[in-house]
């Protein structure tokens, strides 16, 4: 199944994924997997817990090689040049990886120097970064003084510092209370608008979608649809994104309080 | 520097993405990141650092004080004369901080492996050896700011070495700190979870430490045990050992400081194999922190 409602343009898109297969000793995890976010695109990644959506999120950040098929940021093969591709590649992994006993400026500043960011511009970066997300008066506390929502807040900000056309958010708002969920979706969409970035957000939330995005359906390591919600509900002959979960996959996508 | 410009689609027409191979300034900065965050994580943790400098000041005012009359050392290079105990342990306990020091590391990286955050250093654009071997430079940059502690509180325990042995011995600090991180780096992703890390303690960090010279000189432990002084010989520690023994009266042990190089090259390789993104540890079995 497959709607293609995106443009085609001439330049690479930002995330390109083709035909990528992995296995974990004789478990395969994902099996021919494609897919594409263009820029300015926010592109739900739809799979239940287990579809591979990790796996998957870490064969683009090269965390490992993907045995067979193809990953390309910006058009950049992330296993052939990986310094390029992901030199643009900005990513907020589902477990906190921020340094509990470092300020949220020296957090930052540490992830600046990652990509080779000079001293006096890390800074105006990390400022700039930490009003985007509406933290920057808290920027010489501790992140351990942070809430949960706060602190994803200060990863996305992290993510942002070296300019990124792709954000990788891997089920960013799990354990978050709606105030916070809706803070930081709102933040990622508007950098969607205002800044151009292909954003790749993966999710078991369907409330998180809204019918402007696009969709990719994994499950159980395969693709089974890409396209727009419009697109996913016709295919699907359904009235709501959950039932056409439901039609697609079999299973009923796992809900949580909102 | 080669350059490559991208233009966006869809809604950010005319938006020009460049993107450059990182320019030797850049691998400086970053360098410089990695070391400064590993030092600044030690001084922010204050227990560690307490911790760190309590173990081996408590083998020195304690253990080696308390078998000063037990253990006669003879004149052995690079002393000139007889030299108390706790003269003749130093270098050990010096030792020892890297050897704690080094595993330390190690369980934090595996912890870090654990909890996703070694992602944040792995997804970096520069190359993964680099960026290995700059964490393991921080780490031992932590190593050697807590050794010159020691051996400042050393001081006034009588412990004096020439002034000039002060300096001399920072090239040999370096080199066994290279070597036992390395070695943690390479056994950080051999463990598979933090639980297995007990066993480091009982089949790494105390064989180690005590099948060496750092407490008793080799010809004492040939003595007592040929087969203990075949094993004393064969391991690294040992070296690393006598490599700060001598260094800290200006000297070279030559063969230590070959069997040092040559150790922490081959735990080195053995850590980047590990990490390798294509055929490594981690690569086979879905880390760091990786889930499907």
């Known amino acids: 199944m497959s709607d293609t409602s995106h443009t085609t343009a001439t330049a690479p ?6 035909g990528v297969s992995h296995s974990f000793g004789e478990k395969r995890v994902l099996d021919n997997v494609s897919l594409d976010v263009p820029r300015g695109s926010f592109t739900v990644l739809l799979g239940l817990n287990g579809a591979g959506k990790s796996t998957l999120f870490a064969l683009i950040t090269r965390l490992y090689d993907n045995v067979s098929g193809e990953i390309r940021i910006l058009g950049h093969d992330v296993r052939r040049a990986p310094t390029l591709a992901l030199q643009r590649l900005g990513v907020v992994f589902q477990s906190r990886t921020l340094d509990t006993d470092l300020t949220l400026m020296q957090n930052l500043r540490y992830h600046a120097a990652l990509h080779g960011i000079g ?20 920027a010489g ?28 958010l891997d089920e960013p708002t799990v354990g978050l209370d709606i105030g916070s969920r809706e803070s930081v979706l709102s933040i990622v969409r508007g950098l969607v608008s205002a800044r151009g970035l292909g954003v790749l957000w993966a999710t078991h939330l369907i409330d998180e979608i809204v019918p402007t995005d696009d969709i990719v359906l994994l499950h159980k390591g395969r693709v089974l ?7 996913m509900l016709a295919a699907a002959g359904a009235d709501d994104m959950r039932q056409a979960f439901r039609v697609m996959t079999g299973t009923n996508v796992e809900t949580e309080a909102a | 520097m080669t350059t490559d410009t991208v233009m966006a689609t869809r809604d950010a027409p005319g938006v020009a993405d460049t993107i450059s191979r990182p320019g030797l300034g850049a691998y400086f900065v970053c360098f410089r990141g990695i070391v400064w965050r590993e030092v600044l994580r030690f001084l922010h943790q204050r227990e560690r650092f307490l911790s760190a400098l309590v173990r081996p000041l408590v083998w020195l005012f304690i253990f080696a004080a308390g078998f000063r009359q037990v253990l006669g050392v003879s004149i052995i290079p690079p002393y000139e004369s007889y030299v108390l105990y706790e003269v003749f342990v130093t270098p050990g306990l010096v030792g020892m901080i890297q050897l704690f020091n080094a595993m330390q590391s190690s369980l934090s990286m595996v912890y870090d492996r654990e909890t996703g955050a070694m992602r944040t250093l792995l997804v970096s654009p520069f190359p993964r050896t680099f960026l290995l071997s700059s964490k393991l430079i921080g780490g031992v940059a932590v190593s050697i700011l807590q050794v010159y502690v020691f051996l400042g509180i050393a001081y006034f325990w009588e412990i004096e070495p020439p002034m000039l042995g002060y300096l001399t ?6 080199l066994s700190g290279l070597m ?6 390479f056994m950080s992703s051999v463990i598979r979870q933090l639980e297995n890390f007990a066993g480091v303690m009982n089949f790494v960090i105390f064989p180690m430490f005590f099948a060496s010279s750092a407490l008793y000189p ?37 063969t230590s400081l070959a069997i040092v190089i040559g150790c922490t090259v081959l735990f080195l390789g053995a850590a980047v194999f590990a990490y390798n993104p294509s055929k490594g540890l981690i690569a086979r079995r879905g880390g760091p922190g990786g889930s499907a």
């Not at chain 2, 036992?180 to 780096?185: C, I, M, N, R, V």
């Open chain 2, 169 to 174: 011995v920072l090239p040999a600090l370096i």
């Open chain 1, 141 to 168: 506390e501790r992140v351990r003084s942070l809430s949960g929502g706060q602190a994803r807040r200060v990863e996305i900000a992290r993510s942002l510092l070296h300019r990124p056309a792709l954000l990788l």
């Open chain 1, 119 to 138: 001293a006096g511009e890390a800074r105006r970066r990390c400022q700039d970064a930490l009003e985007t997300v509406a933290l920057a008066d808290r």
């Open chain 2, 218 to 254: 080799l010809w004492r432990i040939r003595e007592s045990s040929p087969l203990l002084y075949e094993i004393c010989r064969l391991n690294p520690f040992t070296h690393a050992v006598e490599l700060i023994r001598f260094a800290l009266y200006g000297q070279i042990d030559w």
């Open chain 2, 180 to 185: 036992l991180g390395s070695l943690a780096l």
């Open chain 1, 225 to 231: 649809f890409t396209g727009s919600v419009p697109g």
């Open chain 1, 13 to 18: 898109p930002a995330l390109s994924v083709t």
